[in-house]
């Protein structure tokens, strides 16, 4: 009779493994691109340049020309404090989404403990019911399996439903966003490279320079030159990064039937290997 | 008259960006034909463009905003929701840890033990919280 008992509880348990194995296991590519889609948004703050940045770096232009210096505040950066808080709402959102993504795949959060409910049911005689120690540990066994099966289900049928939820939207944001950084803030760059241009030249043509002087102003120039064009690169590599994660989330989106497909995993992988080195492409340029 | 939107401001930048280049190059070429007068109005003029020509790039990623107001609102809705999913998933724990101090508490009330039962509420108490 008890072998009877232990074959069925032995089938049982194997089953909801299979379950379990087939239906929760290879959220973990989904986890890992969120994870990267969450540190990498945001990185302008990173890249060391913003749009008052650039206000500033205009102002600090504006009084060496004019050799007009104040006390306190020189310039007035709101337009730019604001073109900035935009752009920092529409990345914040877009992280708010990977973080909730990243948090959702993550495999540990339907990793729940069961000993308590194990070490409460005690070994005994309740009643005409007796409870042996090995019974109560396959009891704890199969509560363990049945709820990781039951909550990884929910979790994958829920993590499908808020990608086809998020996708349109999400797309929109970040093709915004890789306007802004594209068309905007890197173009606030090429004003900067021609103010300094036109601030030089009036130099060059004044001609009240001494020879060293006019050495110095050159080195200058090409060191505000290299600044701006390095800061340009970073944001349109981060820009780049930026369409790459919309890129694999379309792909998600796409293919949310096949979640767990090896194919898909390497393509979403591969993905997240691109927006890796496009980001510490970004770092290096630091 | 008709607002301009995120991307006509964008571009009207990059037209200003390359007026100021036509007029720098003017007065670069003709620096010397140019009345000082003339010269210094031309600077100023220049660098105005520069200046606007900024100003009209901040002023395009605000006028972004308007176009993914209701992306916005949707992706925070669903960020709600997300949270909200992985909250109901991280309750299960605390149900559990009810469930297996309920059943110790019940233990204790069939054992008559008062010093067990307290610890069994407590340990409820905890459990709860």
Not at chain 1, 88 to 112: M, P
Not at chain 1, 226 to 235: E, L, N, S, V, Y
Not at chain 2, 107 to 121: C, D, E, F, L, R
């Amino acid at each position: 009779m008890k072998a009877i008992f232990a074959r069925r509880i032995l089938c049982v348990l194997t089953g909801i493994a299979c379950l379990v194995f087939a239906s929760c296991v290879d959220l973990a590519h989904v986890h890992h691109y969120a994870l990267i889609s969450e540190n990498e948004m945001g990185r302008v703050i990173g890249a060391g340049y913003d749009f008052k940045q650039a206000c500033e770096d205009r102002c600090q232009m504006n009084a060496m020309r004019n050799f007009d210096i104040q006390r306190g505040d020189q310039c007035d950066c709101k337009l730019f404090t604001e073109a900035d808080q935009s752009m920092r709402k529409i990345e914040r959102s877009v992280r708010k989404y990977f973080a909730g993504l990243k948090n959702l795949s993550d495999d540990a959060l339907t990793n729940y403990k069961v000993d308590p409910v194990a070490d409460a049911i005690k070994e005994g005689q309740y009643g005409t019911v007796t409870i042996e120690k090995k019974q109560v540990q396959a009891y704890a066994s199969i509560a363990k399996v049945l709820l990781k099966a039951s909550t990884d289900a929910y979790r994958r049928n829920k993590i499908k439903e808020y990608i086809i939820e998020a996708n349109a939207p999400l797309q929109d944001l970040m093709e915004k966003l890789v306007f802004i950084l594209r068309n905007n803030l890197a173009t606030e760059l090429d004003f900067r490279k021609e103010s300094l241009y036109a601030y030089y030249m009036e130099l060059k043509q004044s001609k009240n320079l001494s020879d060293y002087e006019k050495g110095k102003a050159v080195n200058d120039y090409f060191a505000g030159i290299d600044d701006a064009t390095r800061k340009k690169t970073r944001i349109l590599n981060y820009a780049k990064a930026v369409e790459k994660i919309a890129t694999a989330h379309a792909e998600l989106y796409k293919n949310r039937d096949k979640l767990t497909e090896q194919m898909f995993r390497s393509l979403l992988s591969e993905y997240t290997n691109n927006v890796e080195e496009i980001m510490e492409s970004v770092d290096d340029l630091k | 008259m008709a607002k301009l939107n995120a991307t006509q401001a964008s571009e009207l930048a990059r037209h200003f960006l390359a007026l100021a280049q036509a007029i720098g190059d003017y007065r670069y070429r003709n620096w010397k034909k140019l009345s000082k007068k003339d010269n210094q109005q031309l600077a100023d003029f220049q660098w105005s463009v520069l200046n606007c020509g900024e100003d009209m790039l901040a002023n395009s990623t605000t006028l972004v905003l308007d176009d993914v107001k209701n992306s916005l609102g949707k992706i925070e809705d669903l960020t709600v929701k997300v949270e909200s999913t992985l909250a109901s998933l991280a309750k299960i724990q605390t149900i559990i840890n009810c469930a297996a101090a309920i059943v110790i508490l019940g233990g204790a009330v069939i054992s008559k033990n008062p010093g067990t039962i307290t610890s069994a509420i407590e340990a409820l108490e905890d459990a709860v919280t």
